[in-house]
């Protein structure tokens, strides 16, 4: 079933009677989808093949955040060097065994660490630095913010991982519900949606403050 018959089944307005355009439950939709990455963008995390610049400090795409290096890697993603996280006890850098054949043993990336920018996750450092002329690879982990879906009135959503599709689609849920100010019923069912969106995220809404905060896990009382 395409979610935007789904969608109009769900709020029922099968025969437009609310939303005479679909365009607009696409935009809500994208909505949900910008809000999960907002609020767990980790949920959007990949593996993507990076080639390093020259010199430590380096940068992933605009409206991306770093969440960690797997391996160096060579230009085809085959892995040829290890990597680590230094954290922030460490004293001496670390100089462990790599996982090299003797066909790559020259090869640059070999026995690197990398620490983490908590203040932006948009930046990470590498040790030793990447030298000038040297081609470095690595398997860094990101998340980037979606792209728009593009208005299709056959699209489905089975693409997309069920912990982002179906909060997302939740939240396009509540927004459209909400669109119907006039009937109490419709935004009786926006607030369960939108408490549902959060529950979804392992989150919680606090309805006097108005802040987000992660649902904090039970424990058993004796």
Do not use: H
């Amino acid at each position: 079933m395409d979610w935007i018959f789904r969608l109009r089944y769900d709020i029922n307005d099968v025969e437009k009677d609310w939303f005479e355009s679909d365009e607009v439950l696409i935009d809500y939709l994208n909505d949900g989808l910008c809000e999960v990455f907002v609020l767990r963008p980790e949920l959007y995390t990949k593996p993507v093949k990076v080639r390093l610049q020259e010199g430590d400090m380096q940068c992933v795409p605009d409206c991306c955040r770093f969440y960690g290096i797997d391996s160096i890697v060579d230009s085809e993603g085959r892995v040829i060097a290890s990597i680590r996280q230094k954290k922030r006890d460490d004293v001496l850098d670390w100089r462990g065994a790599s996982c090299l054949t003797a066909g790559n043993k020259n090869k640059p990336g070999i026995d690197r660490e990398y620490s983490i920018d908590d203040m932006t996750r948009s930046r990470f450092y590498i040790k030793p630095p990447v030298k000038k002329g040297q081609d470095v690879y690595a398997r860094v982990n990101m998340a980037c913010k979606p792209e728009n879906l593009k208005f299709d009135l056959e699209q489905s959503l089975d693409w997309l991982d069920c912990e982002i599709r179906n909060p997302a689609y939740a939240w396009a849920l509540y927004r459209a519900l909400s669109a119907n100010r006039e009937s109490a019923s419709a935004l009786a069912a926006a607030n369960l949606y939108q408490k549902e969106f959060f529950s979804l995220l392992k989150l919680r809404l606090d309805t006097d403050t108005r802040v987000v905060k992660e649902t904090q896990p039970e424990t058993n009382k004796s």
